[in-house]
Structure formats: structure tokens, C-alpha cells
């Protein structure tokens, strides 16, 4: 499939907005590694992690039509954050209608992680990770030549005279193999990845 193949008019959350099973297939393969370090941050692991994903994603499913990027600084990531720092705190309450005896050091730190409602903030490795998931979804649009200079120019930093002689191609070919995928990447996630 070349970028024209696929249908550039609709980002993903355009796509996810109507519906569109692999457009919600792809954004939780984008994010929900995201949601699941976030739930461990606040010491959420196993089923109950997966629990709280589940209702996240039911949240911006339900709630997508809603999102704007009115403001500056406005992103789908940090709206997620806020679902699921919401979707934790609904989990420590139902957990805490049902307690269980606890105590000690481990108890005392759960209190604690309940009353910061706050979610890390984002690492460079949180970021990497998600550009790469982002990167795996359009790579298969792209002939082995086009990514490897995309690959080599944008991700290693090589010069595109380099990746020319090395290609067999033309520094221009190498700049025009970049853009094309950087543009193809933009078309399909629009304002998710930002």
C-alpha cells in the first residue's frame, strides 16, 4: 500500500470518532502502553490494570467527540492523563468499598499514591516508545528504500549525502523519502501524537 492508497482526509481520532475499528485498533496500540505505566506508577498491575485501560478507552470512546484542541498545550495525551487519573481514583474507591486487611509499609505508600492524584509526567523513554508504536503502524505503507532513508536521515541523523551513496539515490530522493513518511505519519495521527 503506497500513502495514496490509504485515506489521508481523516486523522486517526477523526477516524476513531466514526467508529472506524482499526483507527481505535491503533490508537490503543499507541496508548494503552501508556495508560499501563501510568497505572503501575500508582502501583495498579495485573487484571486491575487491564481493568482501568478498559474503562479508560470506554471513556474516550464515549467522551471523543468532546476532545478540542482549543488551547495552547491542549493534547490528546494529556486528556488521557486525566481520564486515567480519574479512572484510578474510581478504582482506589471501589477497591476501598471492599477493603482488605492490610498494613505496614506497602498500605501506608497505597494512601499516599491515593491522595496524589497527579500522573508522572511523560519521560523522553514514554515519548520514544509511542513514536515508535506510531512509527510501526505506517511503516508497512513504504517500500524498504523509502524507510531506510526516512529511517537513516531522521531517526540516526545521517547526512543525506551519505544515505544517498550508500541508497544509490540522490541527496534529493533521500530529503523526499523523509518527508514523505514524516507527512504520511502526520496525515494518520494528526493531533493524537502531539
Known amino acids: ?9 481523516a486523522t486517526l481520532l477523526d477516524r476513531a ?4 475499528a ?10 494503552g502502553p501508556l495508560v499501563d505505566r501510568w497505572c503501575a506508577h500508582k502501583g495498579v498491575y495485573g487484571p486491575d490494570a487491564e481493568d482501568v485501560r478498559q474503562e479508560v478507552f470506554r471513556a474516550v470512546a464515549a467522551n471523543l467527540s468532546a476532545f478540542r484542541r482549543d488551547r495552547a498545550g491542549d493534547t490528546f495525551r494529556g486528556w488521557l492523563r486525566a481520564i486515567t487519573r480519574h479512572k484510578l481514583l474510581d478504582h482506589f474507591r471501589a477497591r476501598s468499598a471492599r477493603p482488605e486487611a492490610q498494613g505496614g509499609t506497602d498500605a501506608h505508600h497505597e494512601l499516599q499514591n491515593l491522595a496524589e492524584p497527579n500522573l508522572p509526567e511523560d519521560t523522553e523513554e514514554d515519548l520514544g516508545a509511542l513514536y515508535r508504536r506510531a512509527l510501526e503502524l505506517v ?8 524507510w531506510q532513508a526516512f529511517w537513516r536521515a531522521a531517526v540516526e541523523g545521517h547526512a543525506p549525502a551519505d ?15 523523509k518527508s514523505r ?10 493531533d493524537v501524537i502531539a
Open 163 to 177: 544515505i544517498a551513496a550508500d541508497l544509490g539515490v540522490t541527496p534529493a530522493a533521500v530529503r523526499k523519502a
Open 17 to 20: 470518532r466514526n467508529n472506524d
Open 1 to 9: 500500500m503506497t500513502p495514496s492508497d490509504h485515506p489521508t482526509s
Open 181 to 190: 513518511v514524516l507527512l504520511r505519519l502526520r496525515q494518520e495521527l494528526g
Open 139 to 146: 511503516r508497512s505503507e513504504f517500500e524498504v528504500q523509502t
Open 22 to 31: 482499526e483507527a481505535w485498533r491503533r490508537l490503543v496500540h499507541l496508548y
